[in-house]
């Protein structure tokens, strides 16, 4: 069905926070991942991976989180695929600016790994 | 190795560079406050660094740690939005913060975290 959520482009720096949402999203949530280390690595891999939703950490070294959400939005391929931000900076300034700019939903870090697909999914089915 | 074993072998190789981690934090905040004329890069250099200690902590579990250094990355944030050397008030504030958390990583343990041990494949 077109609005599976299957496929997940996640963009994480940090190891141990990339190696542990790996657990939650592919063994608790079943989802299909692609993981980029940075922003520049999104941008060149999502386009051919095709994810039906894209997982954006906001704090980044280089290209954060930000740009690389306006770069993936400039690509026609990724131009309508909900992207959610991960940030620890959810507050309601923070929340407005990225509601503003576009996305999807957003997910406060630190997360719970055990609710984390649930999270996501959650903010699938609103959009759907 | 299973999942769980996954999971915990990363609860252990996190533990295990805290150490590192806070002497990194403790050298270049000693310089911060040591050198009020770049106390915004070498601070900025720590809130950086607080800042993953904060987010992974807590994403692996580990709320205490992640709590207090949440406290004193907000405490460094208002210092550098302040734009100047904190004051001596201030900067024993800061001392107590970083205190805490250096003291909180020193006793935070692979098995303080909830999800040390946990069997995935009874979840979900």
């Known amino acids: 069905m077109a609005n599976d959520l299957n496929r997940i482009t996640y963009v994480e720096d940090e190891p141990d926070i990339r190696e542990v949402a790996q657990i939650a999203l592919e063994t608790l949530g079943g989802f299909t991942l692609d993981i980029c280390v940075n922003g520049m690595e999104a941008v060149e891999k999502a386009p051919s991976f095709e994810p039906d939703l894209i997982l954006l950490d906001v704090m980044m070294p280089g290209m954060d989180g930000i740009e690389t959400f306006q770069k993936l939005r400039s690509n026609p391929k990724l131009a309508k695929t909900p992207i959610i931000f991960m940030t620890a900076k959810a507050h309601t300034e923070e929340l407005e600016r990225y509601s503003a700019l576009g996305c999807a939903g957003v997910i406060s870090k630190p997360f719970d790994p055990m609710t984390l697909s649930d999270k996501i999914r959650g903010i699938w089915d609103h959009q759907h | ?124």
């Open chain 2, 1 to 124: 190795m299973s999942v769980g074993q996954q999971l915990q072998a990363i609860l252990e190789r996190h533990c295990a560079s805290l150490p590192d981690e806070i002497t990194s934090v403790s050298t270049k905040f000693a310089e911060a406050i040591l050198t009020p004329a770049h106390f915004g890069d070498r601070a900025r250099e720590v809130t950086e660094i607080v800042h993953r200690i904060n987010g992974s902590s807590g994403s692996l579990g580990f709320r205490t740690l992640s709590s207090a250094a949440d406290k004193f990355e907000n405490a460094l944030n208002d210092s550098l939005a302040a734009g100047a050397c904190p004051d001596e008030a201030e900067i024993r504030r800061l001392r107590s913060l970083f205190s805490e958390m250096q003291k909180l990583s020193q006793q935070t343990q692979p098995t303080d975290s909830h999800l040390y041990g946990i069997d995935l494949s009874q979840v979900g």
